[in-house]
């Protein structure tokens, strides 16, 4: 049996109140950067009241965002046998506690569960491993980015130049529905499910790309994105993205799955690694 230093249920509560009211450091610092560099009037007051709204979450301890998403779980390294149920009712108390707003519903009834729950909630995603530590880390993530996510097959002829117009044309196409300036996640290759769930880890992730190929692609379509005058909120200026992150694994040869994960302005991430004498809680997450 894995002994723990406190439940997983409470573990949960915690990393759920830590991603809905404080943004991870390196987020805040990009918004910080945007709003100094910002030149746009317009743009510049969406990016003040961005950024007094953080402030205002973090000292009252309520959530960022009226939307509080849906939270994905990603568990690694050793994985307790009820590990499920344990996060289900973290989720539970989380709901009512902090409070998070309940929006789960069935798809076709649209009758809401209340708790966030339902048939497949919570999503779980498991990475077992032989590490002596379990690492329980949530992404939370609202309609208004989620439901602009896009996935193309594109031709492998497409190549670099049709990979980057893809993912900067989804971003713009978006709009200001799903709240910008924000973190894009995009997946390459794989399969088609492969490539999407590359996408959301990428937009999930807290570090530099070791790729230097998709770091100098990520750095062209930061600067090709931000060119386009859509702006905070898509009221126009210069910070439309603050920061595009790429995963790719090998794909078919008759196939280019490109998935773009859109991100809002609250870019919500959270972690805890459990080992036998304690708990780190962290915002930076790798998955």
Not at 30 to 36: I, K, Q
Not at 153 to 164: K, T, V
Not at 177 to 198: H, Q, R, S, Y
Request: hydrophobic share 40%.
């Amino acid at each position: 049996m894995i002994k723990l230093p406190e439940t997983v249920e409470q573990t949960v509560v915690n990393i759920l109140r830590l991603a809905n009211t404080k943004l991870p450091s390196d987020v805040g610092w990009a918004l910080e950067a945007a709003a100094a560099w910002e030149t746009d009037g317009r743009a510049s007051a969406q990016l003040g009241a961005i950024l007094d709204n953080v402030k205002k979450a973090e000292l009252l301890g309520r959530p960022m965002c009226q939307d509080t998403g849906i939270p994905i779980f990603y568990v690694k390294g050793k994985i307790p046998p009820s590990i499920r149920q344990d996060i289900a009712a973290g989720v539970r108390r989380a709901t009512a506690e902090i409070p998070l707003r309940p929006n789960t519903v069935d798809p076709l009834t649209r009758e809401n569960s209340g708790d966030n729950l339902g048939e497949g909630m919570p999503i779980v995603h498991f990475i077992p491993t032989e590490d002596a530590y379990t690492e329980i880390s949530v992404m939370v993530k609202g309609a208004g980015s989620e439901n602009m996510t896009r996935l193309g097959m594109l031709n492998p002829s497409d190549g670099a130049a049709g990979i980057e117009k893809f993912v900067a044309d989804s971003v713009l196409d978006a709009g200001g529905k799903p709240c910008p300036p924000g973190v894009i996640g995009v997946g390459i290759g794989g399969t088609a499910e492969e490539c999407l769930l590359m996408a959301k880890a990428a937009a999930m992730s807290s570090s530099e790309n070791p790729d230097p190929v998709l770091r100098k692609m990520e750095e062209d379509l930061f600067v090709r994105i931000n060119g386009s005058g859509l702006g905070p909120m898509g009221l126009g200026g210069g910070a439309t993205v603050l920061a595009v992150k790429i995963r790719k694994a090998c794909c078919h040869t008759a196939s280019l799955p490109v998935a773009v994960s859109v991100g809002c302005w609250a870019t919500r991430r959270a972690s805890a690694r459990m080992t036998g004498d304690r708990v780190e809680y962290s915002q930076e997450a790798d998955v």
